[in-house]
């Protein structure tokens, strides 16, 4: 059964970083669309970052634009986002995803990706 595993989670101070990475464990992921997104406790997951299989197409929701990275090496199967610049709001379990899609756009909806991680978590402090 196709996995994606993230790791990369941990504390943080307020405008510190860390690069999550998500490892899939079929080489089908590396034509996939891969996601990160967040979800804080009491809220609905939200979108974060997305990326083409190429890698030549990413999106951002606005709150990480600018600070967080997302990057794929399909060598290694992998998928990592780097996050700068955290702030307490960034709180959250951060899960990788994949959407069964080698088109060039991108989606932004929990509904549109086929599989899911277990999630790493990420507290920033102040």
């Known amino acids: 059964q196709a996995q994606l595993v993230e790791s990369g989670g941990g504390l943080v101070q307020t405008g510190g970083s860390l690069k999550l990475a998500c490892a899939a464990s079929d080489r089908a992921f590396a034509k996939y669309a891969m996601g990160w997104f967040r979800q804080a406790p009491g809220k609905e997951r939200e979108f974060v970052a997305a990326?083409?299989?190429?890698?030549?197409?990413?999106y951002y929701a606005d709150s990480v634009k600018g600070r967080f990275t997302i990057s794929r090496d399909n060598a290694k199967l992998t998928v990592y986002l780097q996050m700068s610049s955290l702030k307490p709001e960034d709180t959250a379990v951060y899960y990788c995803?994949?959407?069964?899609?080698?088109?060039?756009?991108?989606?932004?909806?929990?509904?549109?990706?086929?599989?899911w991680g277990q999630g790493t978590q990420v507290t920033v402090v102040a």
């Open positions: 995803a994949a959407e069964r899609s080698s088109s060039w756009s991108l989606g932004w909806k929990a509904h549109e990706y086929d599989y």
């Open positions: 990326i083409n299989w190429t890698g030549g197409n990413k």
